[in-house]
């Protein structure tokens, strides 16, 4: 075990019980203020650790690597790096935050110039996404998603149990927590019309899913197997995949989601690193049939991640909609890389590969309207008297996660997004 992951650390910070940023956790972002140009940072309790000021006092000169990259407005060149700099980086701030370590502690003029408190802090995307992946490997959502539009017997497709299943999405429109996303408008068609109709989408839903980010490239031609795939993988966002349900289930035949995908979705603005995750990792469901060989992996490839999805009207009131866990996944984040890649495609710094919904065995788990309100057969009762059967105008979405273990949360901030109408 890493010793930056020790229950036992404590930091000369304050960070109060339920926090998701204890010591332990310290994941990766990318912030700005009134007087601080965009740089990384480093999450503690309720503050940020300027790691470019932290670099110019001269405290990660024991870490040989350019420091520039820690000026830059996405973390790309940062975790390009390699996992021996970038974990290096973390061990050495754990030591540096440690309540038994002076360095800091002591020194009130070097706080100031180090910490900013993350309410005074605007967040941005931590890395450019050249390219963006969306599977479909939860096999609870997969079911009831088959069960809604075809025969209940045959839900699963028969290629499903046998490869991760995805597409390509589009990065240009992926945005961090905050952001607010027109409704998107497009073509629809009822089931008694002749002709489709064009409009705001009347079926807006959001997907609830978590987010590996590469770390580092591949090129054209080759492949990353399940035992290379966590050396590729730098960390884990929470993930929003905005879903037009009615757009989509008119223009997906014969190529798949388009419109009804492309015009949002939501990243959280902290990278938590996999080692900070380590501790955390448990048994994958049992595949059965037996997947190919290039599918097969050994050890603990699952995360028990729990994850919260909240609603919130326009007048303020929320209601928890959701309650999953990451560790549902059907495919782990290993074989979704390296079923990405055995064709020989290659990967690119920054690459974003979302999950897929999320969906638990019951349907106070389930990962979307589509199956929480089942179709808009059992509408959502929110506490102000309104009801929900997908996301309507002025709604908010809050995703949460968080995973905890021997007195230690390691939690992700908010992943949260707005609907606004239609232009």
Known sequence: MSRANNPKLKSWIEVKTGSDFPIQNLPFGVFKTDDRSARAGVAIGDYILDLSALAKAGLLDSINFDKKVLWQKTLNDFIALGKPITNAVRERLSDLLNIDNAEMKNNTELQKTVLVKQSDAQMLLPVH???????????????????????????LLPNWLHLPVGYHGRASSIVVSGTPIHRPKGQTKADDAENPSFGPSKLLDFELEVAFIVSKETELGSSVSTQQAEDHIFGLVLFNDWSARDLQKWEYVPLGPFLAKNFGSIASPWIVTLEALEPFKIESPEQEPAVLPYLQFDGQKNYDLHLQVDIVTGNGVSKTVSNSNFKYMYWNMC?????????????????????????????????????????????????????????????????????????????????????????
């Open 129 to 155: 996404v050249p390219n963006y992946t969306d599977f479909y490997s939860s096999r609870e959502h997969a079911t009831n998603v088959g069960t809604m539009f075809r025969d209940p017997k045959n839900a």
């Open 335 to 423: 074989q979704q890389l390296a079923h990405h890649t055995v064709n020989g495609c290659n990967i690119q710094v920054g690459d974003l590969y979302a999950s897929g919904t999320i969906s638990g065995p019951t349907p106070d788990s389930y990962g979307s309207m589509l199956e929480i309100s089942w179709q808009g057969k059992n509408p959502v009762a929110m506490p102000d008297g309104t009801e929900r059967r997908f996301i309507l105008d002025n709604d908010t979405v809050v995703i949460k996660g968080y995973c905890e273990k021997d007195g230690v949360r390691i939690g992700f901030g908010e992943c949260s997004g707005k609907i606004l109408p239609a232009k």
